[in-house]
Structures are given as structure tokens and as C-alpha cells.
């Protein structure tokens, strides 16, 4: 059983360590997404996407016998 104090202290480090994880995976993310460019890359693909029309069915009758 740890003291309060030191149970607070040790919840504080690993606060801390969390926090510089983060802050390193938003940096890594960021520069990931400026090497690839990828918001170009996605409004050009919803544009493209967005512009693609489906073939309609042509209309065929049935013959009558």
C-alpha cells in the first residue's frame, strides 16, 4: 500500500508521460499528413467522387404475345 502522497505522485508522472506521448503523436501526425499531403489527396477525391454519375438502365418493353 503506497501513501497518499506518493500514490498522487505517481498518478502525476504518468499524467505527465501521457501528456508527452500525445503531444509527439500530434506532432508525428501532423508531419505525416504535410509529407503526403493527404487533404489535397481527399477534396480531390470527393470531388471526383462526388462527380461520378451511375449508367441509367435503358427502357425495354416486354413484347406481348
Known sequence: MLPFYEYE???EMFN???KE???EDSKNSQAQ???YN???MQ???S???SS???PSMPNISMPKF
Open 9 to 11: 505522485y505517481t498518478l
Open 16 to 18: 505527465d508521460i501521457l
Open 43 to 45: 477534396k480531390s477525391m
Open 33 to 35: 499528413s504535410d509529407k
Open 21 to 23: 506521448r500525445n503531444d
Open 52 to 54: 461520378f454519375k451511375t
Open 38 to 40: 493527404t487533404s489535397s
Open 47 to 49: 470531388k471526383s467522387v
